[in-house]
């Protein structure tokens, strides 16, 4: 088991900036480590994924805006956002898969005022 602890959302004007943090709760390998985000009345999508290895997804609608990376050794994860826009807001979730497990963390909202 591990919890994975997000930081970072709140409300920023359209065109700004947000870091949001992931931290997992003990030292494990994670295989994949991700955001997904869930606006009202929608389905959850995935937003950015970034392997134990480095390499990298990310949705086109953040191609270019977004900024996923990880630092292994201390299981932690950030999500770089910039040249944020109000179809940005979101719940955002952190996701983590160990082994054969998925684990998410509580969500922090995003909101992006126009």
């Known amino acids: 088991q591990v919890q994975l602890v997000e930081s970072g959302g709140g409300l920023v004007q359209a065109g700004g900036s947000l870091r949001l943090s992931c931290a997992a709760s003990?030292?494990?390998?994670?295989?994949?480590m991700g955001w997904y985000r869930q606006a009202l009345g929608k389905q959850r999508e995935l937003v950015a994924i970034?392997?134990?290895?480095?390499?990298?997804n990310y949705a086109d609608s953040v191609k270019g805006r977004f900024t996923i990376s990880r630092d292994n050794a201390k299981n932690t994860m950030d999500l770089l956002m910039n040249s944020l826009k109000p179809e940005d807001t979101a719940v955002y979730y952190c996701?983590?898969?160990?082994?054969?497990?998925?684990?998410w963390g509580q969500g922090t909202q995003v909101t992006v005022s126009s």
């Open positions: 996701y983590g898969r160990v082994g054969w497990s998925d684990y």
């Open positions: 003990r030292s494990i390998f994670i295989n994949s």
């Open positions: 970034v392997r134990s290895g480095g390499s990298t």
